[in-house]
Nanobody, 123 residues
């Protein structure tokens, strides 16, 4: 059974940092496209960053370039998202997602496996 479990969310003041983690199990991590998406109340779910587990290529939404960093530890089958210089508009539920399809993922429709989400609140 494929599982994605996020952790690391919380409440921080503007300018602060958080590190989200996504522990994965039940599939071959090294053959998937992985991503972080977020959804704020009343807004569409959007891809924040995605990465190809088979290589080093990555994608970032324009709004987070230079502030967020996606990374992975293939030995631990874990995906990370470092959030720096946080802004109130970054407040959202953040989801880890995966898909066996081609990399990179740019839209929520590019992902078929989802975690339960972790809340990030920036005040």
């Amino acid at each position: 059974q494929v599982q994605l479990v996020e952790s690391g969310g919380g409440s921080v003041q503007a300018g602060g940092s958080l590190r989200l983690s996504c522990a994965t199990a039940g599939y071959t991590y090294s053959s998937y496209c992985m991503g972080w998406l977020r959804q704020a109340p009343g807004k569409e779910r959007e891809v924040v960053a995605s990465i190809c587990t088979r290589g080093a290529s990555s994608y970032y939404h324009n709004s987070v370039k230079g502030r967020f960093t996606i990374s992975q530890d293939n030995a631990k089958n874990t995906l990370y998202l470092q959030l720096d210089s946080l802004k109130p508009e970054d407040t959202a539920m953040y989801y880890c997602a995966a898909d066996p399809g081609p990399c990179l993922g740019y839209d929520k429709s590019d992902f078929s496996i989802w975690g339960q989400g972790t809340q990030v609140t920036v005040s």
